[in-house]
């Protein structure tokens, strides 16, 4: 008989699973996230995952991760529609749709797509969080936004990580600016890497992002944008650097630092990790949009926000060696030697109280479960055997060495709630216990 082989399949290129204990990891990333974000009145918005094609070609059609790198297709209904690339796009069209009472200030958390080349730190599926604020026309704005960022980085105890700020001036300072780049990279043009002379023809300011060493000579002597703000771009700046600089927000202004999106004007940031590759050290970025909620079909409204990369923060705070979460603290194992009733019927009551339980299944004799009692990182062990079953007691003990829990000790079955809620706590399962 011949054994027909099924195909094994893996998770698509550039796309992965987060495994325990990594997910908690990132789930706490996201907790203290929030926490920065409701401490700011930041609310959460949770716009869909796909959207019309439309909606994230007015982010620019300029953009690689609009021309080259979303996910689109036609569906069974014949429409055009893209996995998103980023979320500051569906974030303005649900603004453009609802027309919410200003200033509206929200966060959100998810996935996005891109069709890129995958390494370390680039996929094609990563996580971002982030915030926008929209209807506010004040520096100070700025300033609130960026200082968020820096106290989430600070709070998850990210020590090396750079805020580059620069501003790209309004609308048409961005044009002057953008063709006297053109004209200086044309005249440069045979000495550029062949990859960025495709660039200069579709969008100048993208060269400025090249990092190839061939570039980077070229970029040096590039215009510089400040020559070209006008009075009040260059007044909305100043206000942002000295707002900063009043809190104690440190950063380094980056004349050259062009934001990979079309829409962005006026003040625009970068936060890198100083503990990353520099090809993969940008942990976020943002700025003001002023203009995109227009494009949207909406009224003429400003914006600012930012994405911060969940992946490459994680991966910053693996190179600074913190957010190191603890166990997920696993409270009570219950080992039962008799039938396995009071394994099934002890957990079911300890997690109904709220304390964190798990069990064996299939039996085992006492050393083996004890085995499992250990492997589980659990604070006690709950021993159920012949001599507890008779008197309807359980044997509680100790794992942790720690003092505060007692010598291993007797107790009644209907006393057992009591004794335990003296030691092990609520638990609220949405926040594992982490430290930075
Ligand atoms: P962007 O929307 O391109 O401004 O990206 C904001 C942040 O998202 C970046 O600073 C990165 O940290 C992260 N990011 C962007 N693209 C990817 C990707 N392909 N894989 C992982 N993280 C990404």
């Not at 796309?15 to 997910?23: K, N, Q, V």
């Not at 930041?42 to 070609?57: A, C, Q």
């Not at 300029?62 to 209904?77: I, N, P």
């Not at 936060?271 to 993969?280: K, P, W």
């Amino acid at each position: 008989m011949t054994e027909t082989r099924r195909e094994q399949f893996q998770a698509l290129r550039g796309m992965r699973d987060i495994l325990p204990p990594e997910s908690a990891r990132r789930r706490a990333l996201t907790a203290q996230f929030i926490a920065q974000c409701e401490s700011a009145d930041y609310h959460e918005v949770v716009p869909p995952l796909v959207e019309d094609l439309g909606v994230f070609l007015r982010v620019g059609e300029a953009t690689d991760v609009v021309t080259k790198e979303m996910y689109d297709f036609v569906d069974k209904d014949q429409t055009r529609i893209a996995l998103r690339p980023e979320m500051t796009a569906g974030v303005v069209r649900a603004f453009v749709q609802h027309r919410p009472l200003l200033p509206w200030k929200v966060f959100y958390a998810g996935t996005n797509f891109r069709h890129e080349r995958p390494q370390k730190g680039r996929y094609r599926m990563f996580d971002q969080f982030g915030i926008e604020a929209l209807g506010v026309d004040d520096a100070d704005l700025d300033v609130e936004v960026i200082a968020l960022a820096s106290r989430f980085f600070e709070s998850i105890g990210l020590r090396q990580v750079t805020l580059l700020i620069n501003s790209l001036g309004e609308h048409e300072d961005r044009e002057r600016y953008t063709e006297a780049v053109r004209q200086y990279l044309l005249s440069r043009r045979d000495d550029l890497s062949e990859a960025s002379q495709v660039t200069l023809e579709r969008n100048p300011l993208r060269v400025l992002d090249s990092k190839r060493a061939e570039d980077r000579q070229i970029i040096r002597d590039a215009p510089l944008v400040a020559d070209y703000l006008s009075a009040e771009s260059a007044a909305h700046y100043a206000r942002v650097l000295s707002g900063l600089d009043a809190i104690g927000v440190s950063y380094t202004e980056d004349p050259r630092l062009v934001r990979g999106l079309d829409y962005y004007r006026r003040t625009t940031f970068e936060f890198a990790a100083e503990a990353l590759d520099s090809a993969q050290n940008a942990i976020g970025g943002g700025g003001r949009y002023d203009g995109l909620a227009e494009a949207m079909g909406g009224p003429a409204t400003d914006g600012i926000g930012f994405a911060l990369g969940v992946d490459r923060i994680l991966l910053a705070c693996d190179a600074e060696g913190v957010f190191t979460p603890e166990s997920a603290g696993l409270e009570v194992f219950v080992i039962d030697t008799v039938s396995g009733e009071a394994a099934r019927d002890i957990t079911h009551q300890l997690r109904a109280a709220g304390i964190s339980a798990d069990r064996r299944f299939g039996g085992g004799s006492m050393k083996s479960q004890m085995k499992s009692a250990d492997r589980s990182g659990a604070r006690f062990a709950l021993i159920v055997g012949e001599d507890e079953l008779a008197v309807d007691e359980v044997t509680l003990r100790p794992m942790l060495g720690r003092p505060a829990d007692g010598e291993q000790r007797r107790v009644g079955r209907s006393d057992l709630l009591g004794e335990l809620n003296r030691y092990c706590g609520q638990i609220d399962p949405t926040n594992p216990r982490t430290i930075s």
